[in-house]
């Protein structure tokens, strides 16, 4: 197995576009991700598709999930894209920068330490909050709060995985921004401490 490190792993059959890429991060196997930051640690893995989206530290992103489906233009006539990719199909005509600059502004905000369940659907303008949680082939139209968990077709929070105090502590403790010695030598307690001990042990 290939270990990381400060320079991201990034599988030789994946895409990545006008991107910034974080120490430790890794990107599967036919992935693609334009446009976007991916923060330290974070992960994509197998046929994951990101686009207009700012991701924090520490995200685990599973197989098959597609964040940011492009939108059409409900507004007009047509929802086809030869409106505004109009060079494909018409001679001397101009594709519609104005429709794409406002397609690229609906972007996505993934909080620090958040997983995101196989084949789910992440749809533009949302914005997922630290330790949240989204279920497998969720589709996620709303925002989803942090340390939620939110299944479902439109996804929806079902609960939360901390009390509002212990949520509280956690973003404070910020464990996220820590060095990575720091993160090695707590290792041991991040395995075998529930959240409220690993708080006191830390100082949260």
């Not at 996505?108 to 789910?120: C, E, F, L, P, S």
Request: aromatic content about 10%; some cysteine; glycine content about 8%.
């Amino acid at each position: 197995m290939t270990r990381l490190s400060d320079t991201p792993l990034v599988d030789p059959t994946a895409k990545i576009v006008d991107s910034t890429l974080g120490r430790y991060t890794e990107v599967g196997a036919r992935c693609t991700v334009a446009h976007s930051s991916m923060g330290d640690y974070s992960y994509c893995v197998e046929g994951t598709q990101i686009a207009y989206a700012t991701i924090g530290k520490f995200a685990n992103i599973a197989a098959h999930v597609r964040i940011y489906a492009s939108m059409h233009p409900m507004e007009r006539a047509s929802l086809h894209h030869f409106s505004y990719r109009s060079s494909w199909y018409f001679e001397g005509e101009s594709d519609d920068q104005d429709f794409f600059d406002w397609r690229a502004g609906q972007g996505i905000t993934i909080g620090h330490d958040t997983w995101i369940g196989h084949g789910a659907v992440v749809m533009p303008g949302v914005t997922i909050g630290n330790g949240a949680s989204i279920g497998a082939n969720a589709v996620v139209t709303k925002d989803v709060a942090d340390f939620a968990i939110a299944v479902g077709v439109p996804a929806r929070t079902i609960r939360q995985r901390f009390s509002d105090a212990i949520a509280s502590r956690l973003d404070a403790l910020a464990w996220w921004d820590w060095e990575h010695e720091k993160l090695h030598a707590a290792l041991k307690d991040f395995r075998s401490l529930p959240a409220e001990e690993f708080l006191e042990r830390h100082g949260g």
